[in-house]
């Protein structure tokens, strides 16, 4: 594990990083709505876009990595759809996307982020979020901390963790739209907000499990639970959650309390509160939570199904 100055080293350089990628992201938003929003679509699959800015701005980040940190690792979202093979291992690795939100930013709609994470010995130890759209920028290192814009300490909101009747319930459609996969997904939903279920206060969905996590981090959401995204869209955002006194579980509907990993494709994130409380909260899910497939490739080092 690097210590404490190794850390901070690299999260300045993140976040400087973040700052550079998050500019030419909404450099690109601003001209599509200078153009009256020509459509810079580069692959339709409608549940899961790719545009130029994704693979420009992942191509810059990870050149700007390589020439800093030649020995370091990388796992990017354009990469790896580009047919890389991932080994996980010890070595620090940098887990990237460059463009979370992608729906959000052909539509317009400000939930966009470049999420930019960093492993060693396979643990997430600095994570950095950055919204060029709102300018609003997470950042966290290990032991250091969470912030909001560097110098707001998170959570923002701390008012005790309450049942999960009293939360506000994060959640997305996802890019895997089979019926089996959406019913449930609905269902759960159902479970969550209908008078015969939990009747949690609400419901939101902002496109981006990256900032969706980082809302956990701040304290405006108490739960996210999603499965079917990816390392790169929760690596940073889990260092920051965790550092906000928040908690991440692989979130399969088995109670599995164990740190999360982050392969699972699973994902249950709880703000910060009491451990008790935050345990009594994922329990309450955990009962309603369904068992949904999420397939991926074995990763060598880092997740075996
Ligand atoms: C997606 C977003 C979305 C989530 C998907 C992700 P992308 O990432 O985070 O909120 O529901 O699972 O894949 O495609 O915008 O980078
Ligand atoms: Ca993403």
């Known amino acids: 594990m690097a210590d404490s100055a190794t850390l901070k080293e690299y999260l300045t350089f993140a976040i400087a990083l973040a700052k550079e990628a998050g500019a030419l992201i909404k450099a690109a938003s601003e001209k599509r709505m200078a153009d009256g929003g020509a459509v810079l679509v580069k692959y339709e699959n409608p549940a899961d876009l790719v545009t130029e800015t994704d693979q420009a701005v992942e191509k810059f980040i990870k050149e700007r990595l390589a020439a800093t940190y030649p020995d370091h690792k990388f796992i990017g979202e354009e990469t790896m759809a580009a047919g890389a093979e991932t080994a996980f291992t010890d070595k620090p690795t940098w887990i990237v996307d460059p463009v979370d939100g992608t729906t959000n930013f052909v539509h317009g709609f400000p939930f966009v982020a470049v999420s930019i994470g960093l492993t060693i010995g396979k643990e997430p130890v600095v994570g950095v979020v950055y919204n060029p759209l709102m300018d609003e920028l997470y950042s966290a290192a290990k032991g250091q901390g969470a912030f909001l814009n560097v110098n707001q300490q998170l959570p923002l909101l701390r008012a005790p963790l309450q049942d999960v009747s009293q939360c506000l319930v994060a959640t997305e459609a996802g890019s895997d739209r089979s019926p089996a996969v959406i019913d449930k997904k609905i269902q759960f939903i159902h479970d969550i907000v209908s008078q015969l279920g939990a009747q949690a206060h609400s419901l939101r969905c902002t496109g981006s ?66 451990e008790e409380q935050q345990l009594k909260v994922a329990h309450q899910l955990w009962e309603i939570i369904p068992e949904i497939d999420a397939p991926r490739k074995p990763v060598p080092g880092g997740f075996e199904p």
């Open 209 to 274: 499990a990256a900032l969706n996590l980082c809302h956990i981090a701040k304290g405006v959401l108490d739960v996210y639970w999603e499965v079917g995204c990816w390392e790169w869209d929760v690596t940073a955002a889990i260092v920051i959650v965790n550092e906000a006194g928040g908690k991440v579980y692989s979130g399969a509907s088995t109670p599995d309390p164990r740190p999360v990993n982050i392969f699972s494709r699973k994902y249950l994130a709880i703000r910060s509160g009491s």
